[in-house]
């Protein structure tokens, strides 16, 4: 049984109003990691244009690393 399973076998035998703050808080934990990772998301665009334009990109040559 998965974790999803036992939570709804716990949930199912409770009352419907305790039944309810449980998804009130399944929601909230689920906003709150969306939340994350638009934060996380905005703080490395915010890192990569800090530093545009700061690097010229050349191709690799897999040649010159070796110095053959």
Same mark, same amino acid.
């Given at each position: 049984?998965?974790?999803?399973?036992?939570?709804?076998?716990?949930?199912?035998?409770? /009352?419907?109003?305790?039944?309810?703050?449980?998804?009130?808080?399944?929601?909230?934990?689920?906003?709150?990691?969306?939340?994350?990772?638009?934060?996380?998301?905005?703080?490395?665009?915010?890192?990569?244009?800090?530093?545009?334009?700061?690097?010229?990109?050349? /191709?690799?040559?897999?040649?010159?690393?070796?110095?053959?």
């Amino acid at each position: 049984m998965n974790i999803a399973e036992r939570i709804y076998e716990t949930v199912k035998t409770l /009352p419907e109003h305790t039944a309810c703050e449980v998804l009130s808080f399944a929601e909230s934990l689920q906003a709150k990691q969306v939340e994350d990772q638009v934060a996380r998301r905005r703080d490395a665009l915010a890192t990569l244009a800090k530093y545009q334009g700061r690097f010229k990109a050349e /191709p690799f040559k897999r040649e010159d690393c070796y110095g053959c």
